[in-house]
């Protein structure tokens, strides 16, 4: 186990000219991608229950395209396909960006988490009690400030378990990045069976990394249901 874990600092350290851990890769991933996909998500979110049929049906073809094919795929599309048309690399800019195995992940990562959590919020959104908005008319409220104020506060709250569930969900997704040559733990960890040939010892020790970062993250959303959901629960007399 000492060989393992020696084998995991040094690639940790060395691969592909990354000078970060396989963990703070994977981490970044995670936290890139879900940042950009839930800032993109709410007013996607907001459009896709719009009473403009065209608006809505421009983001249910999105979500629906990214959510009917695998994360998988899509990441090829992104590091090989894209690259491979003249358009691509005949523009400097894109390029660059598609040159780089990191920028096509967190794209495809983005676009993936962004469509699943646009369905996620846009079904709390719908599931607002009416009285709410009616309430907040009543008291002559814009549509901008309806959203900013009542829908969204309280939607976002509403759709807290069912985020964390796809943050954990994007977690194990980034096992995928080793496709793009992304030094994440499993990209890591297959280095190191490489060099070791204890297969059980390399892609165990992964899974324990894994598994410390998904509870970690259950934690903290555990603590924010508790805090920002406490007035759904029931409350004694």
Same mark, same amino acid.
């Given at each position: 186990?000492? *060989?393992?874990?020696?084998?995991?600092?040094?690639?940790?350290?060395?691969?592909?000219?990354?000078?970060?851990?396989?963990?703070?890769?994977?981490?970044?991933?995670?936290?890139?991608?879900?940042?950009?996909?839930?800032?993109?998500?709410?007013?996607?979110?907001?459009?896709?229950?719009?009473?403009?049929?065209?608006?809505?049906?421009?983001?249910?073809?999105?979500?629906?395209?990214?959510?009917?094919?695998?994360?998988?795929?899509?990441?090829?599309?992104?590091?090989?396909?894209?690259?491979?048309?003249?358009?691509?690399?005949?523009?400097?800019?894109?390029?660059?960006?598609?040159?780089?195995?990191?920028?096509?992940?967190?794209?495809?990562?983005?676009?993936?988490?962004?469509?699943?959590?646009?369905?996620?919020?846009?079904?709390?959104?719908?599931?607002?009690?009416?009285? *709410?908005? *009616?309430?907040? @008319?009543?008291?002559?409220?814009?549509?901008?400030?309806?959203?900013?104020?009542?829908?969204?506060?309280?939607?976002?709250?509403?759709?807290?378990?069912?985020?964390?569930n796809e943050v954990i969900l994007m977690l194990h997704a980034t096992t995928v990045a080793f496709t793009a040559t992304v030094p994440d733990i499993l990209k890591i960890a297959r280095d190191?069976?490489?060099?070791?040939?204890?297969?059980?010892?390399?892609?165990?020790?992964?899974?324990?990394?894994?598994?410390?970062?998904?509870?970690?993250?259950?934690?903290?959303?555990?603590?924010? *249901? @508790? @805090?920002?959901?406490?007035?759904?629960?029931?409350?004694?007399?």
């Open positions: 186990m000492i *060989e393992i874990i020696q084998e995991y600092w040094r690639n940790y350290l060395y691969s592909d000219g990354y000078r970060l851990t396989g963990v703070v890769i994977t981490l970044w991933l995670l936290v890139v991608s879900i940042g950009l996909g839930f800032c993109l998500s709410i007013p996607l979110a907001v459009a896709r229950v719009s009473k403009k049929k065209w608006l809505a049906s421009l983001v249910w073809l999105y979500t629906y395209v990214f959510r009917g094919t695998p994360l998988y795929v899509q990441l090829l599309l992104c590091y090989t396909g894209l690259y491979s048309l003249e358009i691509i690399r005949n523009n400097e800019l894109t390029n660059a960006f598609f040159r780089d195995g990191m920028h096509c992940t967190l794209l495809a990562f983005t676009l993936n988490t962004c469509a699943y959590t646009t369905e996620i919020f846009a079904g709390a959104i719908k599931a607002t009690p009416y009285g *709410e908005i *009616e309430a907040a @008319r009543a008291y002559g409220m814009s549509s901008f400030t309806l959203y900013r104020r009542v829908i969204l506060p309280s939607a976002l709250r509403r759709a807290l378990p069912y985020y964390s190191v069976n490489s060099a070791t040939y204890q297969s059980f010892n390399a892609f165990g020790l992964a899974a324990l990394l894994y598994l410390c970062i998904s509870f970690a993250l259950v934690w903290l959303f555990r603590r924010a *249901e @508790r @805090r920002w959901l406490a007035y759904l629960r029931p409350q004694g007399k």
